[in-house]
């Protein structure tokens, strides 16, 4: 096997990889505690309840929760009984941020929550399988006295999810469900300052919608999004690493063509591995600043993919080409069996991601999770990327077994061998697990770490536990090590 | 009703104390009010059945009152209330009532006014509990160990909050993975901040202080020690309860002549059934069935809001009341004397 760049370096020059490698990453770790705030802000909002007064409806369809043109307020239902004001003309009006703040672009995406309170009453209580039905408009403007221009707007279905802790008796009447959070709304750019939403529940008997979802006592939405300071790091951050691992990649390939021989295969992968993580570094987020790109999120996603494919690869081949067993690799048609799983656990997750985010560009209020067929059709995708994601583990442990194996085979053969030929098969040998421990151990403390953030957080996961199984173990180099260390400093 | 209108009143007068601060105070005064009122009621609903029932003459928070008692139940009466306040403040804040709350930049600062941008709003709870104890502890103005116990129980119903607060998270990573993940704290349901400081009530500590105690230096500095060493979560008392059984004009106390109870009904729990016994049966008084007719709503045709087309229906109902004894029914008297049980009277 014809020695590739890495087994050929000394192993001064190794160490000195390896320990600059180190630093960054402790550098990393240091700006992500000491500089930058938390990754996200959650801020709750409390749904301002108002009366959307028929004859006010051509003037302005905006229901504004306070300021100066604040709507006609009820401060509870037992009001809107006693004025005799129907389901139908309320509203309920959040206005994103609080009043004194502003939005900015910095804040890269919204994400909101909804979740309703609803009372339990003996003679209302919530049906089997309630479905509850919105009517959601979204506006925007950029200053505080223009005029509301509307952003989308749309009827959405969410199934109700809620139990009642207590014995349903007439002595708990007024007391509160348990209802899950649902997904409400996701908005890939934050282009504007100031952010309307106007919620209406339609009641229409003959047509069964919103009957038999209880009696609701307020609406509440939780708002989620990036914080700027965090942003601002996290572009600095990448914008210097950007150059550096071109440079990197620009020496190394040069290197490489500077030999006589062509280049083998693993030397080609790393390569394409480096491609696609300055690919997943280019600072492109820049432009959201500047521009109302709300395909952003999805772009990101799928970036992240593509490199996470690309590492997974990049281990097999690794391994496949240190078996050692003077079989004719060094071709990729040899690893489909491997990269198949890989390619195809990716396209789901692709499919997946298009039909959750992807949507969303058009609508914002989009959930693929909101609908039952969309909650089967997302988990079986997710389930296929699961089987695959075990096929990969299972071929790459069998190959780590294998070339373990084969190192110890040739260990009892090197006494026998020449001088020359005995130093260079320990020197590979001795590499090859230097590295692939280091991986294990990469990979190890980051499981460790999702596992720590998901677990550390309790149950209350939202009813979406199932989304715990697309986590997949992020190795993405100091940048993703900045955002667990603003987590861990989050908390 | 009269009790809020008290506060109010006394909230302005704390302004007036408070004058260097800003005029903004004044936007808070009706939160504050009606913070009162909801501990207030949550107290009542939690004192229903017992023989304390929360009477509003209980509630005067004020320190010029030369009646003020320091027994357990004034405890819970300020806990509940500053726990109220501290609520109704930070629910408020998140209706966008208030201009500043969470995201006050002195207070999350360093980086001059860019707070919100840089690392977001800290909680609506830490300003709702700032006002709170702002507003209701400045109502003590005393340095002896009754102020020190207020303040004690006052911080008691801040923490009740706090403890009864439930997080949620949510994932929202690459195909909202749990790569990242935001969590945030929500208010329960008042109803559990009085579930919780009435657990916390039933377990409240005495501490000894009254004796002996003058306005000295050294008291002072004792009864800080004192305090300083219990934990800030439970309620302090230090005297013990009166006899809510009897009327007492001095103490303003109504005793429990002419209160109604609870006896059958099979959705009762165990303090509820034995409301009775409690209440007439062991403060010597008879119980007294009345039936009476009740109108109300039913057959309704209801959405999520806003009941619609409803029927009158008209059913008697069964209560009972407490009367005193060597009147009515003979038969109910000899029951509920033979029943008179020394255990629950050592609960208190």
Known sequence: MAGAIIENMSTKKLVIVGVTLLLFQALAFMVGGLIAPGPTSAIEYLATKCVDGIKHRQESKWLMPWGPQQCEKLQNFEEAMAKRIEANNIVFAVHIPMPGNEMSPWFQFILVILQLDIMFKMNNQIEEGAVVTIDVSLAYRDDLFSEWTEMAHSFEHRNLNCNFTAAKTIENEGRQYDCDALPFMEVGSVAHKYYLINIRLPVNERKKINIGIGEIRDIRLVGIHQNGGFTKVWFAMKTFLTPSILIIMIWYWRRITLMTRPPVLLEKVIFALGISMTFINIPVEWFSVGFNWTWMLLFGDIRQGIFYSMLLSFWIIFCGEHLMDQSERNRFSVY????????????????????????????????????????????????????????????????????????????????????????????????????MLVSLLILDVLVLMICFVCVGDGGATSGEDIQLTTTITHADGPTEIYKMTGKEAQE | EMLVEEFVADTESVNNFLMTGPKAYLIYSSSVAAGAQSGIDECKYQFAWDRWNCPERALQLSTHSSLRSANRETAFVHAISSAGVMYTLTRNCSLGDFDNCGCDDSRNGQRGGHGWLWGGCSDNVGFGEAISKQFVDA??????????????????????????????????????????????????????????????????????????????????????????????????????????????????????????????????????????????????????????????????????????KCEQCRKTVTKYYCVKKGGKRGRNESATIRRKSPRLRKKH
């Open chain 1, 336 to 435: 489909w069996k491997q990269v198949g799983p890989i390619v195809f656990g990716s396209f789901c997750l692709f499919i997946f991601d298009m039909c959750e985010r992807g949507v969303q560009l058009t609508n914002p209020f989009y959930s693929i999770w909101a609908s039952d067929i969309g909650t089967e059709l997302a988990m079986s995708f997710i389930i296929v990327a699961g089987i695959c994601a075990c096929l990969y583990f299972l071929f790459l442990c069998f190959m780590v077994f294998q070339v373990f194996r084969n190192i110890s085979g040739k260990r009892t053969s090197l006494p026998a061998m020449s001088k020359a030929r005995r130093l260079h098969y320990e020197g590979l040998i001795f590499r090859f697990k230097f590295l």
């Open chain 2, 139 to 308: 109502l003590e103005t005393g340095q002896d160990a009754r102020a020190a116990m207020n303040l004690h129980n006052n911080e008691a119903g801040r923490k009740a909050v706090k403890g009864t607060m439930q997080k949620t998270c949510k994932c929202h990573g690459v195909s909202g993975s749990c790569t990242t993940q935001t969590c945030w704290l929500q208010l329960p349901e008042f109803r559990e901040v009085g579930n919780y400081l009435k657990e916390k009530y039933h377990r409240a500590l005495k501490v000894d202080l009254l004796r002996g105690a003058g306005n000295s230096a050294a008291s002072r500095g004792a009864i800080a020690e004192t305090f300083n060493s219990i934990s800030r979560k439970e309620l302090v008392h230090l005297e013990d309860s009166p006899d809510y059984c009897l009327e007492n004009r001095t103490l303003g106390l109504a005793g429990t002549e002419g209160r109604e109870c609870l006896k059958k009904g099979k959705n009762l729990n165990k303090w509820e059934k034995r409301s009775c016994r409690r209440l007439c049966g062991e403060c010597g008084l008879a119980v007294e069935e009345r039936k009476a007719e009740m109108v109300s709503s039913c057959n309704c045709k209801f959405h999520w809001c806003c009941a619609v």
